[in-house]
């Protein structure tokens, strides 16, 4: 098992930066694919990034492509998500994700999240 802790998130205006990370503890880090995902009000949860064990493969929705960067530290147990020219569409609770094998909507544990919110 594997505890989550996000952290990060904050108010920035339109066209900045925000680098989340996603601390984990527990079982070997580096066994667990890694995911951001984002709920904004009154939206289901949509996944932002993945990434594998040791990053060699990642993935991306096509609404933060471009702008989002996921990558992962395996020696420091931690999982970045750097998000650019942010817009205030992606104003949402952004959480930290693991999963035991590949995927990018099938995931085991979940961080509390972190508020993310972008002003026009």
């Known amino acids: 098992q594997v505890q989550l802790v996000e952290s990060g998130g904050g108010l920035v205006q339109a066209g900045g930066s925000l680098r989340l990370s996603c601390a984990a503890s527990g079982r070997t880090f580096s066994s667990y694919v890694m995911g951001w995902f984002r709920q904004a009000p009154e939206k289901e949860r949509e996944i932002v990034a993945g990434?594998?064990?040791?990053?060699?493969?990642?993935y991306y929705a096509d609404s933060i492509k471009g702008r989002f960067t996921i990558s992962r530290d395996n020696a420091k147990n931690t999982v970045f998500l750097q998000m650019n020219s942010l817009k205030p569409e992606d104003t949402a609770v952004y959480y930290c994700?693991?999963?035991?094998?590949?995927?990018?909507?099938?995931?085991?544990?979940w961080g509390q999240g972190t508020q993310v919110t972008v002003s026009s």
């Open positions: 990434i594998s064990w040791s990053g060699e493969m990642t």
């Open positions: 994700a693991a999963a035991n094998r590949w995927t990018i909507s099938s995931f085991d544990y």
